[in-house]
């Protein structure tokens, strides 16, 4: 029987070719504003929001994070490490992955204020919340 061919290589070759495509076309659409899934809790402390993001497999370095008084982003982006032209490879799926997430923040918070750590996989962003008072906008005088 070791002369015989292997029936499902075609097929294999078929699912491979379609995986490529597939990824090379979901690239595309992140890169038109697409967003992956980043899972998320947002708690309210009293005093402050607190927002905690699952992110396994990034390292720090790999974060970028943006406030502003009403919104949260979350970005990752990771990229494996080029491989040598002489490595042969039967299945490589390790590539390239990245991840974004807009936030709508319920209350208003003191941007300058935020702070972030990343432990495990898990990130967490404290932003405190702006004064009511300082938060209400400009008085106009009617005249």
């Known amino acids: 029987m070791a002369g015989r061919p292997n029936p499902f290589r075609e097929l294999d ?7 490529r495509q597939f990824g090379e076309l979901s690239g595309g659409f992140e890169s038109q504003g697409m967003l992956s899934e980043v899972s998320v809790d947002v708690a309210d ?9 699952d992110l396994p497999g990034f390292s720090g370095d790999d974060i970028d994070l943006r406030v502003d008084r009403e919104s949260l982003t979350i970005s990752a982006e990771y990229e494996s490490e080029e ?9 490589q799926e390790r590539r ?6 807009q936030l709508p923040l319920p209350e208003a918070v003191d941007a300058p204020e935020a702070s ?10 404290t932003l405190p919340k702006l004064d009511p008072e300082t938060s209400s906008g400009y008085q106009i005088d009617v005249e």
Not at 13 to 19: K, P, T, Y
Not at 45 to 53: I, R
Not at 96 to 101: G, K
């Open 83 to 91: 491989t040598e032209e002489s490595d042969q490879f039967h299945r």
């Open 116 to 125: 972030a750590s990343y432990n495990n996989g898990v990130l967490t962003v």
């Open 13 to 19: 070759e078929l699912i491979e070719r379609m995986n």
């Open 96 to 101: 390239r992955e990245s991840v974004r997430r």
């Open 45 to 53: 402390q009293g005093d402050q929001l607190v927002v905690t993001a």
